[in-house]
T-cell receptor, first 116, second 112 residues
Framework: GAGVSQSPRYKVAKRGQDVALRCDPI?????LFWYQQALGQGPEFLTY????????KSGLPSDRFFAERPEGSVSTLKIQRTQQEDSAVYLC??????????????FGPGTRLTVL | GQQLNQSPQSMFIQEGEDVSMNCTSS?????WLWYKQEPGEGPVLLIA?????ELTSNGRLTAQFGITRKDSFLNISASIPSDVGIYFC????????????FGKGTSLLVTP
């Protein structure tokens, strides 16, 4: 079976543009996470979904960041009015378990966003 | 923000040498994990530790969950060139669906 996939793999945006990053989790995985990885750093948690419900968005840096998972499978991370500090790799991960289960998280390859 | 302190930041070793890296935290975690990330890819899980004091091996890799639940180490024995990559420790605690808290990573270079 396929792993977690993300698209696009690379995105260059001009400052002020809106971008949308897509994540296709492993089929049947209930939990979905978004992480932001700045250059030379470890990934940092952005937000968490259990099925279609966004249960935690405490890691989103500002109200310019918005994530959705309307049917409980594919998720989109949207960044409005991009700024240079938004440049990073955005990683998506999914796991089988429900909240409260420390199941293995499987990561996608990430989308590298560069804001000029 | 990140709560984990990982060291060393980088290592440059010869093939066949053993490697040791560690991670400490100011917080208690329920689970410690070690991931490897290669260029252009997402992190891949190497070892997961679920109990304080647990020592777990995966081939040439050995990791331990500290007794205080605030630290962990990873050892790689007899390194080979394909061990090159960035190794991250990560802690999980209840809440947020067990979102991962990562260290800053240890960059490993192995020369033949």
């Amino acid at each position: 079976g396929a792993g977690v996939s993300q698209s696009p793999r690379y995105k260059v945006a001009k400052r002020g543009q809106d971008v949308a990053l897509r994540c296709d989790p492993i089929s049947g995985h209930v939990s979905l996470f978004w992480y932001q990885q700045a250059l030379g750093q470890g990934p940092e948690f952005l937000t968490y979904f259990q099925n279609e419900a966004q249960l935690d968005k405490s890691g989103l840096p500002s109200d310019r960041f918005f994530a959705e998972r309307p049917e409980g499978s594919v998720s989109t991370l949207k960044i409005q009015r991009t700024q240079q500090e938004d440049s990073a790799v955005y990683l998506c991960a999914s796991s089988f378990g429900l909240a409260g289960d420390a199941d293995t998280q499987y990561f996608g390859p990430g989308t590298r966003l560069t804001v000029l | 923000g990140q709560q984990l302190n990982q060291s060393p930041q980088s290592m440059f070793i010869q093939e066949g040498e053993d490697v040791s890296m560690n991670c400490t935290s100011s917080s208690i975690f329920n689970t410690w994990l070690w991931y490897k990330q290669e260029p252009g890819e997402g992190p891949v899980l190497l070892i997961a530790l679920y109990k304080a004091g647990e020592l777990t091996s995966n081939g040439r890799l050995t990791a331990q969950f500290g007794i205080t639940r605030k630290d962990s180490f990873l050892n790689i024995s007899a390194s080979i060139p394909s061990d090159v990559g960035i190794y991250f420790c990560a802690g999980q605690k209840q809440g947020s669906g067990y979102a991962l808290n990562f260290g800053k990573g240890t960059s490993l270079l192995v020369t033949p």
